[in-house]
Every structure is written in structure tokens, then in C-alpha cells.
């Protein structure tokens, strides 16, 4: 008789579960930051900026086969 009750009720795949929270957590995460009064283009503009600097600064610095003076 479980058996039957189990074909009755339509279980979730658990992927589909963890999407719907992550959709419902994105639409929450989305309304606040435009409530916010940061500028979120210019502080993400201006995190890429740095990364960038120092992403180039390794990749002149940091050579394969190269050894630091010391």
C-alpha cells in the first residue's frame, strides 16, 4: 500500500529543487541591490580595473624559468 501512496505524490528531482532556490534567492539578491544607493557598475568596473593591473603585473613579473634577484 506505500507503494501505491509513493506513485501518487510526485516527488522533485533534487537539481530542479536546488534551481528553484537559487532562482528565489537571485530575484531577492536582485531587489536589493537596486534598492541600494551604490553605484554597482562603477565599484565592479573599477574591481575589474584592479584585477586586471594585477593580473598584467604577474604575467610581466612571473616568467616561467625566471628566479628573483635576491
Known amino acids: 500500500m506505500d507503494n501505491d501512496r509513493l506513485d501518487r505524490v510526485r516527488i522533485p528531482h533534487p537539481?530542479?529543487?536546488?534551481?528553484?532556490?537559487?532562482q528565489d534567492h537571485e530575484a531577492e539578491?536582485?531587489?536589493?541591490?537596486?534598492?541600494?544607493?551604490t553605484p554597482w557598475g562603477e565599484?565592479?568596473?573599477?574591481?575589474?580595473?584592479?584585477l586586471t593591473e594585477l593580473i598584467t603585473?604577474?604575467?610581466?613579473g612571473d616568467e616561467p624559468g625566471e628566479q628573483a634577484d635576491a
Request: aromatic share 6%; hydrophobic share 45%; net charge negative.
Open 57 to 60: 603585473s604577474q604575467a610581466e
Open 29 to 37: 539578491d536582485s531587489a536589493y541591490l537596486q534598492s541600494c544607493d
Open 43 to 50: 565599484v565592479l568596473a573599477a574591481y575589474i580595473d584592479v
Open 15 to 22: 537539481l530542479s529543487v536546488l534551481d528553484q532556490i537559487e
